[in-house]
């Protein structure tokens, strides 16, 4: 499988455009750990939302997907109402599957919308938006600048 970097500067530019093509409101920004962080804080930052928690999820054990996704550190969505779900990239799906799951068992009368920077079309799920087609394994910088 080829890897693609992914540097700081496309981040940026593609983090704009995504919040072009966001047309809906939210109360939250729920940025899945560790991928997510970087897109909730700075889209923390552009809404003005300081309700930025974060959902942990063990999918991968470096490039090898696991049978299964854990997710837990579940936060407390006070008197939200719509939350902002974020992640890197929807390759599969099975991780947004699972948090979605976890999060409507626990929250039934929140809206759930979610958004990343890359989507692989043969995901089990698309985010209500997206940037790029993911075409590789993609080296996202802030795993790779500090090597």
């Known amino acids: ?17 995504l919040t072009e093509k966001i047309d809906k409101k939210f109360d939250a920004i729920l940025p899945i750990s560790r991928g997510g962080l970087s897109m909730g804080q700075m889209l923390g930052e552009f809404y003005g939302i300081r309700e930025v928690y974060a959902i942990n999820t063990i999918g991968y054990d470096k490039s090898q997907k696991l049978d299964e996704v854990l997710v837990f550190n579940i936060p407390k969505l006070r008197d939200a109402n ?5 992640d890197d990239i929807v390759d599969s799906g099975d991780t947004l ?4 799951k976890v999060l ?9 919308y979610t958004a990343s920077i ?23 910088f802030w795993s790779e600048d500090l090597k």
């Open 118 to 140: 890359f989507y692989k079309p043969i995901a089990s799920i698309e985010p209500n938006w997206w940037v790029r087609e993911a075409k590789g394994w993609i080296e996202f």
């Open 1 to 17: 499988m080829s890897k693609i970097y992914y540097p700081y500067h496309s981040f940026r530019e593609d983090l704009k455009t």
């Open 97 to 100: 599957i699972e948090v979605l």
């Open 104 to 112: 409507k068992a626990e929250y039934p009368t929140i809206t759930f």
């Open 82 to 86: 719509r939350v902002l779900i974020v």
